[in-house]
């Protein structure tokens, strides 16, 4: 692939070299436009390094690939298919998922979420370790089985999600309404639980 503009160590692709449908390819360094990836299919590859953010990902679809301190922040998913992905130190800051993102499947490592917003999609027994959700939205989302682990949850919401079985480990500043998700088997630690009761007004004697 030929390339061009180098700006200090950030390689940026020739708009006019848009990447095919690929497998099994590295992408190190790279800054991408909307046409670089609109509409294509890509199979057991790997970004590292790469801005992807500000940019419409429209109908481009990803399978079992890894995405490794890559920034998509601002970046638009819409029609775009995620399944068996893997986030690893990302910045997604203000990413949206929705039931459009057909077959949505992924898991996140160490990344910054906040206002991301995740709306009726299907996140079961998915792993989110040492994330930032901070004002990040859940919304309809079945995150059932889920595993939660040393993330920020800061005026996060989760709204009529069902939450059975789901595991919260060594969370900062969670709270879960109860009333309006499914809670049954859910697994805090007992600092959220002191935090949903002070929030529902209850006292501990």
């Known amino acids: 692939m030929e390339l061009s503009n180098i700006y200090g160590d950030l390689l940026l692709i020739n708009q006019k070299n ?3 449908d690929e497998v099994g390819q590295s992408y190190q360094a ?3 436009s909307t046409n670089n990836l609109r509409g294509k299919e890509l199979y057991k590859c790997t970004f590292t390094n790469c801005i992807i953010s500000e940019i419409d990902l429209v109908d481009s679809k990803y399978y079992n690939t890894t995405f490794t301190n890559c920034n998509f922040s601002n970046s638009k998913y819409s029609t775009t ?3 068996d992905v893997t986030f690893i130190g990302c910045k997604l800051i203000g990413a949206g998922y929705s039931e459009k993102n057909l077959a949505f499947s992924a898991n996140f490592t160490e990344c910054d979420l906040r206002y991301a917003e995740f709306s009726g999609i299907n996140l079961s027994k998915k792993i ?3 994330c930032r959700f901070d004002t990040a ?3 309809n989302c079945n995150l059932r089985g889920s595993k939660f682990s040393e993330s920020s949850f800061q005026n996060t919401i989760f709204h009529k999600c069902n939450l059975q079985s789901a595991v919260f480990s060594e969370s900062e500043y969670l709270f ?8 049954e088997n859910t697994s805090i630690d007992i600092m959220t639980a002191g ?3 002070d929030q529902f007004g209850f006292n501990i004697d």
């Open 18 to 20: 848009i990447i095919t």
């Open 81 to 83: 298919q995620f399944r």
């Open 137 to 139: 939205r859940f919304v």
């Open 176 to 183: 879960i309404n109860p009333v309006e998700n499914k809670i």
């Open 30 to 32: 790279l800054s991408f």
């Open 128 to 130: 989110f370790q040492r």
């Open 195 to 197: 935090h949903i009761i």
